[in-house]
């Protein structure tokens, strides 16, 4: 067979007497459920085949297993281990895991989109099998016995009469680089010990006892300090700066001009801190109104140029009936990530290592590359977990400060801390948005016919390129940040979920894309699905009301999936929908999604109580139930969804971006509020349904759209009026 182009590099690093899989330069692209359609390999076997690209296994038994996904907080981490060791038969405890390092594990390209499972959970289970299945035979022939007459415990085989041989033993001297077949059994359900049970998250201690958790943690031998000076605005002009002062001041060992940018690098932090206070005094911009300014963000939104894209037409306008139409909006909305950006580069003989929170640390070191102008084999990108992430931040950015800072000072590893203004000014945000929605009701209460458009610029602007890099675009030689795309269906970006996943024979939707918007986006958790299903499960309660249904009813009424219709039913039933009344100025809700009507199913209800004096929004509780296929920790899908549902109660209660004609104005907490205890639900329940053997279906987003919608459905009915621009807040909340 012939062997791929990095296989010297791979046998390197194997050494002798184990089985080590390799690993491609070429990006694995999502796929839905396991196998492929056309029957490739499942997961992301597809484009990276080798064995010994996903596991290892030492000749004393030690494991090692590689995903080229990232620990982000999602505990995914801890689900791929448990998914590799049910397979392997061995103890969760004695397998090291080894995520998203250019130099050592599978490229699988970005962890976003609620893939992690589907792709390299369902390449590692495959992998996993075939890797016991082939020590298996290996070990009937060693004993002569049939596969049937061992018992496998731990990575040890046991034949008749206590022969026994282990894994490691098996593979003594020998290599293991085969193409995956997807072929090998795998552990049937009802065998588990380990998939499908709750296993405590291994990335949790170091978080909760001080430990070396976090990027922002990493404190490594001879390390120096640095921090970068932004201009106001990304139109910003620098006319002067004096950097001969900032230069003399104690401890500083750099200071550095390229172009627009600006940064200084001392010997400790605080005196980079003082240092970057001083340069950035000592800085003279001028600053252009170039900016249209929040003062009307739906009117901004449709001032903008847009490109109308059908992405569903089925059946023909139905005008019988009564037409209601509604129009919603998201505002600019912030990641805000509780720990601001970091990342650690060195530069040693002419080989860059940068440690980094980047959800793509592969497409990263593309961009740092280009942006660098040196060969992409100089850099290697290891990612460690970042405090705050769940879309495109400023990880990549931060860390090409790094690298641009450690070219300027080769030799010691140049730490570049973010501030908590830099974060919020700088780091790239999710798009405000505008729903335009118009649906006809027949005479037998069904929805007769639907028109909907959905307005917005990328929501992907990931690294890949050198001008996605916010440095990059200040250097003397700027890189310019290559046009916003749209992302095709059925994944979608604006139009993620703008097509409803209900029974409507006569339905059109079109995504108008906003090919320029006025401040960098990218990928916000979820993207435009949040806004999506927050508009059609608002206008489907408005549907609803106007049938003279109840909502859950109504929904059920247009649903043909039994496994929707299945989560729409237990979250219901367990909520206790229909029993009872709200009190006073209490109000419930209730939405359904299926995440990019090819993920998770999820469906939510929730209680409000609403102080009309003060816009004040409290949650009561709220109850949710999901359907992501077969579970392998229960514990972390519970953990997703409420994480989901607190952060979009954040969003839909709080948070927006502010800005004026010359630059950003919420760069703090004070200006960008985020949800604190005394709004988070009182009551918050998950229930789950399991289907053993059905395909990982991803859980990460799935319950942020629904959250948004049951949140201001619940809202209509407490305050009696609905409120359809975001977010809900007590000024807009006393305004209505």
Known sequence: MNAPANSGRRRLLVGVGSLTLAFSLHPAWAQEGGKKKDGGLPGSLEKEPWLDAWIRIDANNAVTVFTGKAELGQGIRTALLQVAAEELQVNPDR???????????????????????????????????????????????????????????????????????????????????????GK????????????????????????????????????????????????????????SVDIATVARQPGVLKVVRDGRYLAVIADG??????????????????????????????????????????????????????????????????????????????LVDGQYTVWTHSQGVYPLREALAEMLGVDKDTIRCIHVEGSGCYGHNGADDVAAD????????????????????EEHAWEPIGPAMLVEARATLGVDGRIADWEYAVTSPSHNNRPGKAGN??????????????????????????????????????????????????????ALRSLGAYCNVFAIESFMDELAQAAHADPVAFRLRHLDDPRAIDVVKLAANKF???????????????????????????????????????????IVRAVAAVDCGEIVNPDGVRNQIEGGIIQSASWTLLEQVRFDERQ?????????????????????????????????????????????????????????????????????????
């Open 269 to 346: 932090e605080y005196r980079a801190v003082k240092a970057a206070t001083l340069l950035a005094r000592a800085a003279r911009w001028s600053v252009p109104a170039s900016l249209p300014g929040t003062r009307d963000v739906p009117a901004e939104v449709r001032a903008r140029p847009a490109e109308a894209m059908p992405i569903l037409k089925r059946g023909s306008m139905q005008q019988d009936g009564r037409t209601l139409s509604a129009t919603y909006t998201r505002p600019w909305q912030l990641h805000a990530s509780i720990g601001p950006s970091c990342a650690v580069a060195q």
């Open 469 to 522: 890099l916010l440095a990059a675009t200040h250097l003397a030689k700027p890189f310019t940040p290559p046009p916003g795309k749209p992302i095709p269906q059925p994944e979608g970006g604006g139009d993620r979920n703008a097509i409803p996943y209900y029974v409507l024979p006569n339905a059109r939707v079109t995504h108008r894309f906003q090919h320029n918007a006025p401040l960098r986006t990218s």
């Open 184 to 239: 090998a059994p795998l552990r049937p359900r009802a065998v588990h010990t380990v998939s499908g049970k709750p296993l405590r998250r291994t990335d949790i201690l170091a978080k909760v006892s001080g430990g070396i958790a976090y990027a922002q943690d990493l404190r490594l031998p001879g390390m120096v300090h640095a921090r970068v000076v932004r201009p106001p605005s990304q139109a910003s002009r620098l006319e």
């Open 664 to 736: 950003i104005q919420t760069v703090d907490w004070a200006s960008y509020p985020i949800l604190r205890f005394n709004q988070v639900p009182g009551q918050l329940e998950v229930h789950l349904i399991d289907r053993p053997g059905e395909p990982f279906l991803g859980t990460g987003e799935a319950s942020q759209g629904p959250a948004a919608a049951a949140l201001a459905n619940a809202v209509a009915q407490a305050a009696g009026v609905r409120v359809r621009d975001l977010p809900l807040d007590r000024a807009r909340m006393r305004n209505a």
């Open 95 to 181: 397998i090291r895991m080894v995520t998203a390092d250019t130099a050592r594990t599978p490229n699988e390209g970005y962890t976003a989109g609620s893939h992690s499972m589907q792709d390299s959970g369902t390449a590692l289970r495959h992998a996993a099998a075939q890797v016991r299945f082939i020590l298996s035979g290996m070990a009937a022939g060693r004993f002569q016995v049939a596969d049937s007459a061992l018992t496998l415990r731990d990575g040890v085989f046991e034949a008749p009469g206590g022969r026994r041989v282990s894994y490691g033993e098996l593979l003594a001297g020998r290599q293991l680089h085969l193409k995956a077949d």
């Open 576 to 618: 206790g929908w229909g029993r009872g009344k709200p009190g006073p100025r209490r109000g419930r809700g209730f939405a359904f999604a299926r995440y990019k009507n090819l993920a998770a199913y999820c469906a939510l209800a929730l209680e409000v109580e609403v102080a009309r004096e003060t816009g004040f929004v409290r």
């Open 402 to 421: 790094a690298a641009l800072l450690a070219r300027s000072y080769p030799g010691r590893p140049v730490r570049v801390q973010w501030m908590r203004e």
